[in-house]
């Protein structure tokens, strides 16, 4: 294969040597066949020449590289990023240099960008924007957006061919430090985007990085222990890995002696908070944001200000949390020189507001910030699920979400094209939460309408399957159950939802099942077999605790059904687990139960100010309830009903699920 052509041979590149872009791109690599095709595609139009410095590959890549026209040189790796990569900034020939690694690649952008901010004598390097696919982003202690989360970070990845310019550090090495000592203003930024795929988990796990970079650092530390950069290097490295207690250690001394021209200050102050709170400390965790925030000058931090609030809201602080949170709002979008998530300032800020809202029990203002969330974001799932949620519990709610989703569903053409992404997983939340099983008293004339335009706009012509599953699933939830059957039996038999489902369907009337299978527990109770379901969760060794929306369902069983589902969910002593007893209770009408649950949840020393707030408000409802089976059917009827009965599902359920 000639050199320029690409790995398939059959296309030529568009050729090194014919490129006008004084740049060097810059590698290391191992073992690298499957990313490095991808990368490399998408920078050779803005380079000149490509050094590939290899540290040991045994598959591939060189060949790969070297069909992209690049200068391949071979090393023996001694556990140092910055002496690699050293090593081929010596052998670049081009007066700038781009870095690159194989597991990220360089949006495309105009050529006259390149050569405006190459052409710019005031600058000897460039931040980028280097944009890290993650498992999942942190609002609060659940994991949010786990396929399309990412972090992005400004990075110093384009900088002059200067012997003055090298990278320093073992691990997460830096150039940023020696080009800025060419002078205070040498650094800018550059509008120009890099995406990298090498924190994805799966990723992770293969390259065995976990490992590799802590033995990595430990080497380094222990050559250089006052090292302040390597001992942020470890404290990231534990809070990448969800070591709440080791990044602690790692970075609240370094916190101590903080300067805010410190390169990595606002990054540090950010996860030294959330870690913090996660550890169970959150009156800490508030210290170190406000420090970063009032004393330290990241005034314009919108991602610190979401700490704080988180922090605040830990310590049931929830109107100074709004404030806060009102603060990042004004503050809009993170500026590129701090490492930020998608959303704060915007949609993210606004989701964590909704939760706060729901704290204290404005649930107008609540669902309010949950809509302005998708406005300006319609593909974020959180503020979908919490929508669902309220709308399960609550009838009011549930009318405005099937309005939203029936907005949103036909809002395409108006470019609302991003809420294409979470159609289908919006579908699975639904039919998990039982939101179109008609048997509790909620009805809506428009309900069959909206979820047939969602199972369409979800699904291409040619997902005739899906659209069939789906349409006989919501048949079945609003009481069609011969419909339903008749649509499951046109699936082929090859699909496993077919068996899956019409099993479940034949188990939705029957006491006391022998045999589930091939039925799952998730489609038990989709279809609203709750004794079935009962049954095979009272039968399960492993039975898992169920995920928010799916308990909202049963809390929503017809009544002959519930008494049985108590004692399948009702168990164990903690404050949540008493709440979560109390509203079974209620829901099965079994007000002395409930008021025993109750009032045990809201005297427990150990419980969240928020689950004591619920269970005492369930409480005085089940008081009330009890006051009401005592009087008179005509005396009962003239009475109004409290406040705190209207709202007992939707206190509990927001407490439980905070």
């Known amino acids: ?32 066949e499957s990313f490095l095709p991808a990368c490399l595609a998408s920078a050779i139009n803005y380079v000149s020449e490509i050094i590939v410095v290899d540290t040991g590959s045994c598959d591939n890549t060189i060949e790969i590289a070297e069909r992209f026209g690049a200068t391949v040189v071979c090393i023996e790796w001694s556990d140092d990023f910055a002496a690699a990569r050293n090593e081929g900034l010596k052998l670049a020939a081009q007066p700038w240099v ?7 690649r360089l949006d495309e952008s105009p050529l006259q960008i390149w050569e405006d901010l190459l052409a710019n004598q005031a600058f000897a390097g460039y931040y980028v924007r280097l944009c890290s696919w993650i498992g999942a982003a942190i609002t609060s202690e659940r994991q949010l957006e786990p396929a399309k989360s990412y972090i992005s970070d400004a990075v110093c990845r384009l900088f002059r061919n200067d012997p003055r310019i090298r990278f320093t550090g073992a691990l997460h090495e830096e150039v940023a430090t020696s080009v800025s000592e060419l002078g205070a203003q040498r650094l800018g930024y550059a509008p120009l985007t890099v995406w990298h795929e090498g924190y994805r988990p799966e990723v ?8 590799r970079n802590g033995r990595i650092l430990l080497q ?84 610190l200000y979401e700490a704080l609030a988180l922090a605040l809201l830990e310590q049931d602080k929830n109107a100074a949390a709004l404030r806060v949170l009102q603060q990042a709002l004004e503050l809009g979008l993170t500026p590129a020189h701090y490492s930020t998530a998608p959303g704060a300032g915007s949609y993210r800020t606004l989701f964590t507001s909704g939760l706060a809202n729901e704290r204290i029990y404005e649930w107008e203002n609540a669902w309010n910030n949950y809509m302005r969330s998708v406005s ?58 039982g939101f179109m099983q008609t048997d509790d008293g909620y009805k809506d004339e428009r309900s069959d309408l909206v979820i047939n335009g969602l199972v369409l706009a979800a699904f291409n012509e ?36 077919r068996a899956v489902y019409l099993k479940a369907l034949e188990l939705r009337g029957v006491e006391a099942p022998g045999v589930w299978a091939p039925a799952t527990e998730q489609a038990l109770l989709r279809v609203g077999a709750w004794r079935a379901w009962s049954a095979f969760r009272a039968a399960s060794d492993s039975a898992a605790a169920l995920p928010p929306l799916q308990w909202c369902a049963v809390i929503r069983a017809p009544q002959a059904c519930r008494a049985a589902l108590r004692s399948t969910l009702a168990s164990g002593s903690s404050a949540p687990a008493r709440l979560a007893a109390g509203v079974l209770a209620a829901a099965a009408a079994d007000w002395r139960a409930a008021a025993g649950s109750f009032g045990a949840a809201a005297t427990d020393a150990a419980a969240a100010p928020w689950v004591a707030r619920a269970a005492a408000a369930g409480l005085a409802a089940a008081f009330a309830a ?14 109004p009903v409290l406040q705190i009965e209207a709202e007992l599902k939707l206190r509990a359920v927001s407490a439980l699920f905070f």
């Open 204 to 211: 992770v796990e293969a390259k065995g990085k976990r490992e």
């Open 220 to 303: 380094a530390i222990g050559r250089n222990p006052e090292d302040a950069m390597l001992q942020y290097a470890m404290g990231t490295e534990c809070f990448t890995y969800g070591n709440w207690s080791g990044a602690a250690a790692w970075l609240g001394p370094l916190a101590q002696s903080l300067k805010p021209e410190q390169g990595y200050a606002s990054d540090l102050l950010l996860k030294l908070s959330h870690a913090l709170r996660l550890l169970g400390r959150p009156d800490e965790a508030e210290t170190w944001a406000r420090n970063g925030i009032e004393r330290l000058g990241f005034a314009d931090f919108p991602d």
């Open 462 to 497: 040619e997902d005739d399957m899906h659209i069939l599953f789906w349409r006989g699933l919501f048949s079945v939830q609003q009481g069609r159950l011969e419909e339903g059957r008749l649509l499951w039996e046109q699936l082929p038999e090859n699909d496993e939802r």
């Open 98 to 104: 781009l870095v690159l690694d194989a597991d990220e």
């Open 626 to 639: 009890r006051a009401r089976a005592a009087l008179p059917a005509p005396a009962c009827a003239a009475l």
């Open 1 to 32: 294969m000639k050199k320029g052509e690409n790995q398939e041979g059959s296309l030529k590149l568009s050729g090194l040597e014919g490129n006008q872009l004084p740049v060097s791109l810059c590698m290391i690599v191992r073992n690298e």
């Open 376 to 433: 300006l974001q319609p593909a974020y799932m959180p503020a979908w699920e919490r929508m669902v949620l309220l709308g399960t519990v609550d009838g009011r709610y549930r009318q405005r979400f099937l309005g939203a989703a029936a907005e949103w569903a036909i809002a395409e053409e108006s470019g609302k094209q991003s809420f294409q992404q979470i159609r289908s997983a919006l579908l699975e939340r639904v039919a998990d939460a």
